[in-house]
């Protein structure tokens, strides 16, 4: 049962440098989100996609990009990272309405980053 | 924008009934508002959905208003294990959920 799978779970970036967080489900899910939680706040959406080869923005994407070659990974990457991007990252997915047994959000188990 | 209000934080005595509110006034006929929780250090979780009609399962239940423009989380008997930040989400076109910032439970011994 691994469902929503993210790598690494804690990573310590210095100002500038590039990385991807990884993102991986193995419920044949359509849809696929990347949030960032930062402390005592609720979750913001970065990107979305409702299949491969299909994404789209959401509340707060600037300074970051995605991408959607299979349905099953949904990397983000962060080319210069910035302090304001220290938060916690969850990647998500859900199904079609009618694919699944309950329709709803399943999310990984989060990733801690630190920008210094 | 599909936004929900909730109080910043309640309490509850174990044991004893929560109710956990909620507005979506901007709520469209499509939206399904959908209720998650999470734990400390934890990705939020499923706890129950619905469209129109008061939604039961073994976890909670959801009482819509008939205007559907507020609804309320409902949890029977609180237990510690249910102190989490609670979130209020529309579920709009195209699968896009969007949280706030949540209500924070504490439910005292």
């Known amino acids: 049962n691994a469902g929503v799978t993210q790598t690494p779970k804690f990573r310590i970036l210095k100002i500038g440098q590039s990385m991807t967080l990884q993102c991986t489900q193995d419920?044949?899910?359509?849809?696929m989100y990347w949030y960032r939680q930062d402390p005592g706040m609720g979750l913001k959406l970065i990107y979305y996609s409702v299949g491969a080869g299909i994404t789209d923005k959401g509340e707060v994407p600037n300074g970051y990009n995605v991408s959607r070659s299979t349905t099953e990974d949904f990397p983000l990457r962060l080319e210069l990272a910035a302090p304001s991007q220290t938060s916690v990252y969850f990647c998500a997915s859900s199904p079609e309405p009618g694919q699944g047994l309950l329709y709803t959000i399943y999310f990984g188990e989060g990733s801690w980053l630190t920008v210094v | 924008d599909a936004k929900t209000t909730q109080p910043n934080s309640m309490e509850s005595n174990e044991e004893e009934p929560v109710h956990l509110p909620c507005n979506h006034s901007t709520i469209s006929g499509t939206d399904y508002i959908h209720w998650y929780r999470q734990l400390p250090s934890q990705g939020p979780e499923y706890v129950i959905h619905?469209?129109?009609s008061n939604v039961n399962n073994r976890m909670a239940s959801l009482a819509i208003a008939e205007d559907r423009k507020s609804s309320t989380l409902i949890l029977h008997r609180a237990t510690l294990r249910d102190a989490a930040v609670y979130y209020c989400i529309l579920r709009r076109r195209r699968n896009q959920f969007y949280f706030g910032t949540g209500t924070s439970l504490t439910v005292i011994p």
């Open positions: 419920m044949n899910h359509n849809y």
């Open positions: 619905g469209l129109t």
